[in-house]
């Protein structure tokens, strides 16, 4: 899909594919992380009439915005890296060789970051893979505008990271 905002839900309505009963799907170009990205919009009744509203609307086109962020792309690699630092200073990984091990004096942090290739906060955003971009079809709990980016990163393949964006800003990283 072109890098335009949607002006109507009937217009997203007609854009967007039906991955699931509860799941609509659709791909956009992003300037910020320079791919396409997939979004997936999570909705409570599968009736795309009802769940497609001005809410979803609103959080779809924020995606378009943040392009505009000089200083998102900025944290989320900061944080990418902060998160990585922690998590390798604080667990053992059974995949790292026992070579790799002796090779580094069995300091476990450093193979750590030899195993995964990281020793800079561009190799961990690099290591880094964008999945998708969650949004909620509505939902009476959230703030007016909100979204959620999710990353896979292979020292946390169970979990990964996301960044929850609320209103255009980071609001919590998970």
């Known amino acids: 899909m072109k890098k335009t905002k949607i002006k109507s839900t009937k217009q997203l309505i007609?854009?967007?594919t039906v991955l699931n009963q509860h799941t609509y799907t659709i791909s956009v170009w992003s300037e910020l992380f320079k791919q396409k990205i997939e979004v997936n919009l999570y909705a409570k009744t599968?009736?795309?009439?009802?769940?497609i509203t001005?809410?979803?609307?609103?959080?779809f086109n924020m995606i378009f915005d943040l392009d505009k962020d000089e200083n998102l792309l900025d944290d989320i690699k900061s944080a990418i890296w902060s998160q990585f630092?922690?998590?390798?200073?604080a667990t053992?990984?059974?995949?790292?060789?026992?070579?790799l091990r002796r090779?580094?004096?069995g300091d476990e942090e450093q193979a750590n970051r030899k195993y995964f290739g990281v020793q800079s906060l561009d190799d961990a955003f690099a290591s880094s893979t964008l999945d998708y971009i969650y949004i909620e079809a509505e939902n009476y709990f959230l703030p007016k505008i909100y979204l959620a980016i999710v990353f896979q990163i292979p020292w946390e393949d169970e979990h990964g990271?996301?960044?929850h964006i609320e209103n255009g800003k980071i609001a919590n990283i998970e």
């Open 46 to 51: 599968g009736d795309m009439s009802l769940d």
């Open 161 to 163: 990271i996301s960044f």
């Open 54 to 59: 001005d809410y979803s609307l609103d959080c």
């Open 85 to 89: 630092n922690a998590v390798v200073a």
């Open 103 to 105: 090779e580094c004096d």
């Open 92 to 99: 053992s990984y059974n995949q790292v060789p026992e070579k």
């Open 14 to 16: 007609e854009v967007l």
